[in-house]
């Protein structure tokens, strides 16, 4: 069983895809330790709520095929869990709310008002 209670060292996020304008997004790396205090404790609460040892790899539902696909990845120190998924698949809000937080978190600060 992995311990999603620790708290994690990297957190990974890439969105890529679309049909009319497809495009690949760099990937987006946090490193945790050099988060503020408050905000490793949302990162924290975001990734136990999106029981990443309890998603599939990969969700297979069909999506749309304008759909983004979203690649999620979060390091502890002695393992990792990878899921990825697409808009419109059936897959669940609260990787949607960590991708989330991980790509704008990454914004420069002028970006994020």
Request: charged share 25%.
């Amino acid at each position: 069983m992995i311990d999603q209670t620790a708290p994690p060292i990297i957190v990974e996020c890439q969105r890529q895809g679309g049909i009319a304008f497809p495009m690949r997004r760099p990937k987006i790396t946090l490193d945790v330790a050099g988060l503020p205090a408050e905000e490793r404790a949302t990162l924290q609460h975001l990734v136990q709520a999106a029981d990443m040892a309890g998603q599939p790899a990969d969700y297979p539902g069909p999506g749309y095929p304008d759909a983004l696909e979203t690649q999620l990845t979060v390091i502890w120190p002695s393992h990792s869990a990878t899921v990825r998924f697409r808009d419109g698949d059936g897959h669940p809000a609260p990787l949607d709310e960590l991708a989330g937080w991980v790509l704008r978190h990454n914004r420069p600060e002028q970006e994020k008002k």
